[in-house]
């Protein structure tokens, strides 16, 4: 069974970077597109990136783009999350998950993907 590990958060100031990364075992991400959410205490799990089942498309929510940038490593086993110039507000738990249906494109909705890692903490001081 597909087992999906988060890791890289930690505790930046306002302008910093971390590099989250997503981890499958028992199974790839390959055929199935990709997405990284994050849920602030009291908010609503949103997405912030996704990668296409090809790995060649890209999207982000508004917030994240520019700033945000997801990527494989060739491996089909790892997608990371590269943030820059973070915010205050991107404080939150991110958690990546894999689409339900293979070969289907990335959308927002957070009920199209399982299964989903445990999350990792970001937070960011002002």
């Known amino acids: 069974q597909l087992q999906l590990t988060e890791s890289g958060g930690g505790l930046v100031q306002d302008g910093g970077s971390l590099r989250l990364s997503c981890a499958a075992s028992?199974?790839?991400?390959?055929?199935?597109?990709v997405g990284w959410f994050r849920q602030a205490p009291g908010k609503e799990r949103e997405f912030v990136a996704g990668?296409?089942?090809?790995?060649?498309?890209?999207h982000y929510a508004n917030s994240a783009r520019d700033r945000f940038a997801i990527s494989g490593d060739g491996s089909e086993t790892t997608v990371f999350l590269q943030m820059h110039s973070l915010k205050p507000e991107d404080t939150a738990v991110y958690y990546c998950?894999?689409?339900?249906?293979?070969?289907?494109?990335?959308?927002?909705?957070?009920?199209?993907?399982?299964?989903w890692g445990q999350g990792t903490q970001v937070t960011v001081s002002s």
């Open positions: 028992g199974g790839t991400f390959s055929r199935y597109a």
């Open positions: 990668i296409s089942w090809s790995g060649t498309y890209k």
């Open positions: 998950a894999r689409k339900r249906r293979h070969y289907s494109e990335i959308t927002l909705d957070p009920s199209d993907y399982a299964p």
